[in-house]
């Protein structure tokens, strides 16, 4: 045990304020938080203090009503509605409404705002006592002008048995038990049993009081008039309290989670032990009119009094009070086996055994030197050391010094000081260096590996398993192993004392009965760690303030009790770290220091005895025990609560989007959202239990969001430009001393927009589709129709190759062959025949193509001149006249363009010309146009037309006719006539030849 340094004149000895029951026989402590304007409340007049499903806590004032979440109060007035700030009944009902009882009627809560609904019969309502709900729903008010039932709209009267409701008296409270149905007014009690049978209580004579009340309690019917307490059991009043209050009436009453009933009124509030309730404690609290009474989950009971709101704690525990024959002062405590203590008070000689409630002096003489430090020997005694230099060993009634052991020098100071199982003696850590005192006597000692002395030693604990743990100021964590050698523990406890800036001193080694070992380093909190196959320790977990939950990072003293509970002091207050499932651990912030009512900065202590399951705290001025048999753990994690949604940055009428609304705040079920959105949502976690209540918040939006967000403390959160679909909002909330708890569920959905809908979706579907089928169809036709184009360009080719090469040309050149063959003209028919040859093969062959180029085509027409030429015996002199520009071979004719106008120029022109007889064939190139001619100098247009030559007409308007449309379509310009005539004539008028001009467009189309 750690020595305790004090002024010899302890005036700055800060005394405990716990509020000390009177019996003994409870053993327990309360310790109280009363909350007023101060910390938030509209007043510190309270009337009613009411817990809803969602975790809240509403506190009715004489200024209005107020929501508290434990951390922080949300007040409503009259500007939210409220008609009277005075309140009283609350009532959360099954479908989550909340109805608030007023002096100006009955109202509902509802997102933030109060709505009043009249009475039916005009009546004026001065006060609202309560609200009922009953098995089938109906709502009920009982009010200064009587009982109502909610109609809807309105609150209409009710009678409950003709003859039985007593005229003129305030309804005051309706209950349903099992047993019935019970309904009081003022000092009236009337009772419906199970057959439907009125029946009217027999209680005795008084007026009562306003504040009486008819209430369940722990499942059990039972009603206060004037100054007794009553249980009732069908029609028969069965009173409980054996000491009543003579001059007192009782207000309230309620029994807590352990089953202890409550009871309060005009200035007094008391306790029974649980399930004894016809005996009852003085009173606990000081406070004036106790109103109402409230019990949570939490084990806490919430008393609405004429000062303040008031909390109530059960702590199971006992102060020691200051009586004759106790200790004044407490300067160390070493707890001894079979639950005593033995007590040094700071004197010299002044020792006290503590057993069964009592203390006796214990008569140890310590002769010379004032004590340095104390400690336990682990069996039935204690080491003391001297200032003067040697120690003594207390067991029992006697005071042994030992002899052997004494320090190598005179000692002004001891950190700290632990009893050796393994070596039979006890380690010491003086201000230089590390002792072990065993039958041998007192010395440094020496680790075998290193040869030289633990300087600086702070802390020193021996473990079960033989290893040593010792911290040197400066220098970190070592061990000493059973065989004698030191051993650096700072790579496996991962700190060391050089760069902490902290006070060292405060570094403390624990060992509870799991084997588990605990380090304490100021400022950084918490530490656990495990012990391996070799027995040295490695780190676990760490806990801090800020991460874990603890209520502060400085960290005094530890101690555990028989469920290997870890009992945790800081300077803010003591924390309790309890086993979990898979060797988890749930911490719990037991006690504040304000619930303590003394300053711990090093001034309070833990010990315990875990064999005997006690644990004991002491200051200078107190000494608590605590009963951990008794302590029932029940910290919840926070739940969060969803309590507010805007769209769009506005106030919503979630009645028009969603299938209904849930709760006092409004909250839409299965909302729709349009598709332009940006969704807010506001959440809290009320937490009531929690002494410093600091909530986080994670959420996920499923399914865009499968991972829970990083937890943050802002209490709301936007989503903006959520698409189309459904889905499912999650947010959860932990505080710093307790896991994740339920979540809040939010299920809504999206509207897509029009384009985004089934039957847009559908009727574009088939739109496209029909787009896409006339696109096919038109382009079928078009296809078609090319290709009918095309046959029809076929057909006009091969009908001009039938106008040009005639069938009567081939009888014709055929007949002139066979003549000359007969004739004997050998070589002018072979040469004929080869001609006409060439000229038959060049035509079949270039008509396959859809262009050729003009050499070409100049190439077919002296080849059909030299055949008609041969043919006719005619001599005809063919000459070409091309432009230096013009490249024949790159530039491309539609094949046999020019045939016709030659031939033309042969049959009409020159065939009936007497003398020389000549075709010229120009070309020349003009811009994006060929420009070809074919002149001839015979008898002239006019002169030919008056030949009356049956079949030349028909022959002549069909080939001129097919090939313009030739040309038309090659040029793609129906603008530009492809085909000119001029006539030649002389001086004196008379025709010298014909000329032929085509406009070839030398950029034809695709296709040719």
């Not at 002024?7 to 009177?22: E, N």
């Not at 099954?94 to 509802?110: C, I």
């Not at 300067?331 to 006796?360: A, C, H, M, Q, T």
């Not at 070409?856 to 059909?864: H, I, V």
């Amino acid at each position: 045990m750690t020595r305790i340094r004090f002024s010899s004149a302890f005036t700055w000895l800060i005394p405990l304020a716990l509020i000390a029951l009177g019996p003994r026989v409870l053993a327990q402590e309360h310790v109280q938080k009363k909350f007023t304007v101060a910390d938030g409340l509209p007043a510190s007049f309270t009337y009613r203090a009411y817990a809803d499903r969602e975790g809240y806590l509403w506190i009715a004032t004489t200024a209005g009503l107020s929501r508290f979440d434990g951390k922080q109060f949300v007040n409503y007035g009259l500007s939210d509605g409220l008609l009277s700030l005075k309140s009283d009944g609350l009532l959360e009902d099954s479908k989550g409404r909340m109805w608030v009882g007023t002096n100006a009627g009955m109202a509902e809560f509802r997102n933030n705002r109060f709505v009043y609904y009249p009475v039916s019969d005009s009546a004026t309502i001065f006060g609202v006592a309560d609200f009922t709900e009953l098995r089938d729903g109906r709502i009920l008010a009982e009010t200064s002008a009587g009982l109502y039932e909610f109609a809807g709209t309105c609150w209409k009267p009710l009678k409950l048995a003709s003859g039985f409701d007593p005229p003129h008296l305030r309804c005051r409270d309706v209950i349903e038990a099992g047993d019935g149905l019970y309904a009081k007014y003022d000092s009236v009690i009337v009772y419906r049993d199970p057959a439907g049978r009125w029946w009217r209580l027999p209680l005795p004579a008084g007026n009562g009081s306003i504040s009486n009340r008819l209430s369940l309690a722990g499942g059990t019917a039972m009603a206060s008039i004037d100054n007794h307490l009553y249980r009732l059991s069908g029609s028969q009043c069965i009173a409980i309290d054996t000491v009543n209050n003579p001059d007192k009436n009782y207000f309230s009453f309620a029994v807590d989670t352990r089953g202890s009933l409550w009871a309060g009124g005009a200035d007094f509030l008391k306790t029974s032990l649980a399930g004894s309730w016809g005996r009852f404690s003085d009173s606990v609290s000081s406070a004036r009119n106790i109103y109402f009474l409230s019990a949570d989950s939490n084990a806490q009971v919430w008393a609405a009094t004429s000062e303040g709101l008031i909390r109530i704690k059960n702590i199971s525990a006992e102060t020691i009070g200051h009586e004759r024959g106790t200790p004044t002062l407490v300067n160390s405590i070493v707890p001894l086996p079979g639950g005593r203590l033995l007590i040094w008070s700071g004197g010299k000689d002044e020792f006290y055994y503590y057993e069964k409630g009592k203390f006796r002096p214990a008569a140890l003489s310590l002769g010379k030197g004032n004590i340095l430090l104390m400690a336990s020997d682990h069996r039935d005694g204690a080491w003391v050391a001297l200032t003067s230099g040697g120690f003594l060993h207390l067991e029992g009634s006697a005071c042994k010094k030992i002899a052997a052991f004494s320090f190598p020098h005179r000692m002004s100071e001891v950190f700290d000081m632990q009893s050796s199982a393994s070596r039979g003696g006890i380690w010491v850590c003086s201000d230089s260096t590390l002792l072990l005192g065993d039958s041998t006597g007192m010395r440094s000692f020496i680790p075998h590996n290193t040869g030289k002395p633990l300087e600086k030693p702070i802390r020193v604990w021996e473990a079960r398993n033989g290893l040593v743990l010792v911290y040197l100021d400066g220098q970190g964590v070592f061990a000493i192993t059973p065989a004698g050698d030191q051993v650096s523990l700072i790579l496996q406890t991962g700190f060391d004392g050089h760069h902490k800036g902290r006070n060292q001193h405060d570094v403390f080694f624990y060992e509870d009965r799991s084997g588990e070992f605990w380090i304490t380093y100021p400022g950084l909190g918490l530490f656990e760690y495990g012990f391996g196959k070799d027995h040295i320790p490695y780190r676990k977990r760490q806990y801090t303030a800020v991460t874990d939950g603890l209520q502060s990072d400085k960290i005094i003293s530890l101690a555990a009790d028989s469920a290997d509970r870890l009992w945790i002091e800081s300077d803010a207050g003591i924390d309790i770290l309890e086993k979990g499932a898979d060797d988890s651990r749930i911490l719990f912030n037991y006690l504040s220091e304000n619930d303590l009512g003394v300053s711990l900065n090093g001034f309070g202590r833990l010990v315990s005895m875990p064999e005997e399951n006690q644990v004991w705290f002491f200051t200078p001025a107190t000494i608590i025990h605590f009963h951990p048999g008794n302590i029932q753990l029940t910290k919840a994690a926070p739940r969060a609560s969803i309590e507010s949604i805007t769209l769009n940055f506005k106030e919503t009428d979630w009645h028009a989007r969603g299938d209904s609304v849930h709760g006092y705040f409004d909250i839409p079920v299965n909302p729709e959202l349009p598709y332009q959105n940006t969704l807010s949502i506001f959440f809290g976690a009320p937490d009531l239990g929690s002494l410093s209540a600091d909530p986080q918040w994670a959420y996920r939006l499923l399914p865009l969001d499968t991972s829970w967000s990083p937890p943050s403390r802002l209490r709301s959160v936007s989503f903006a430009r959520i698409p189309a679909g459904n889905y499912v909002f999650e947010v959860r909330s932990r505080d710093k001393a307790s896991g994740w708890g339920a979540s809040a569920i939010l299920r809504f959905s999206v509207i897509p927009p029009f384009w985004g809908t089934l039957f847009f979706k559908v009727f574009t579907a088939c739109l496209v589709c029909a787009l896409t089928w006339l696109l096919i169809r038109t382009r079928e036709k078009r296809i078609h129709q090319r290709a009918y184009i095309a046959g029809q360009l076929k057909d006009m080719e091969m009908k001009a190759l039938k106008a040009q090469i005639k069938p009567h040309f081939i009888y014709n050149a055929l007949n002139s062959i066979q003549a000359l063959v007969v004739s004997g003209k050998k070589e002018e028919s072979l040469r004929y025949i080869g001609s006409f040859s060439r000229l038959l093969r060049q035509v079949l062959e270039y008509t396959e193509n859809n262009t050729i180029s003009l050499d070409k085509e100049l190439e077919t027409l002296q080849l059909y001149v030299q055949v008609e030429t041969l043919r006719l015996g005619m001599e005809l002199h063919f000459r070409e006249n091309f432009s230096e520009d013009l490249v024949s071979e790159f530039e491309k004719v539609p094949p046999l363009i020019l045939q016709p106008f030659v031939e033309n120029a042969i049959w009409h022109g020159l065939s009936r010309k007497e003398g020389f007889k000549e075709i010229v064939m120009s070309a020349t190139v003009n811009g994006d146009w060929l420009v070809c001619e074919v002149r001839d100098n015979g008898i002239g247009r006019l002169a030919a037309m008056e030949w009356k030559v049956n079949s030349m007409p028909i022959h002549l308007s069909r080939a001129l006719e097919i090939t313009r449309k030739r040309l038309i379509d090659f040029n793609v310009d129906g603008g530009v006539d492809p085909i000119v005539f001029i006539d030649h004539l002389d001086s004196a008028n008379k025709p010298t030849g014909t000329s032929v001009i085509l406009s070839i467009s030398r950029k034809p189309p695709r296709g040719f």
